[in-house]
């Protein structure tokens, strides 16, 4: 199954690397460039036992990639977590104003 998640913090990075790890294809987007540099380079931007190595894993597997393009995430998945900061209620609205168009 595809599935998207937005916001590669704590619990979106952990959530996404989870799936992957059981077989799905996941998207990781984050409106943070440099968070996303440092994961598309195979680095982990805090620690997690165990998360860096499934991370490349399965960045290596290509069940796991990761994308700065909200819509990308919209169209690649089929199920959609938000995982985004509480301080991004109101992206978060957006995100779903976008998503209602489909
Ligand atoms: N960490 C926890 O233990 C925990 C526990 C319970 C609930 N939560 C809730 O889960 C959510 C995520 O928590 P976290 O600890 O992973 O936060 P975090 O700050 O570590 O990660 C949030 C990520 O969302 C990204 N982001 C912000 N706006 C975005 C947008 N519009 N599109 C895509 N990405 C966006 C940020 O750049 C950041 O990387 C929060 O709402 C938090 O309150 C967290």
Do not use: W
Request: glycine share 10%; hydrophobic share 45%.
């Amino acid at each position: 199954m595809n599935i998207t998640i937005f916001g590669t913090g704590y619990v979106g990075l952990v959530t996404g690397a989870s799936l992957a790890n059981f077989g799905h294809h996941v998207l990781c987007v984050d409106i943070d460039a440099e968070k996303i540099k440092i994961l598309e380079h195979g680095e982990v931007p805090f620690y997690e036992p165990g998360l860096k190595e499934m991370v490349q894993k399965n960045r290596e597997k290509k069940r796991l990639s990761f994308s700065t393009n909200l819509q990308e995430g919209v169209h690649f998945g089929e199920a959609l977590f938000n995982c985004v900061g509480m301080l991004a209620r109101q992206l978060c609205l957006m995100a779903l104003q976008i998503l209602k168009r489909f």
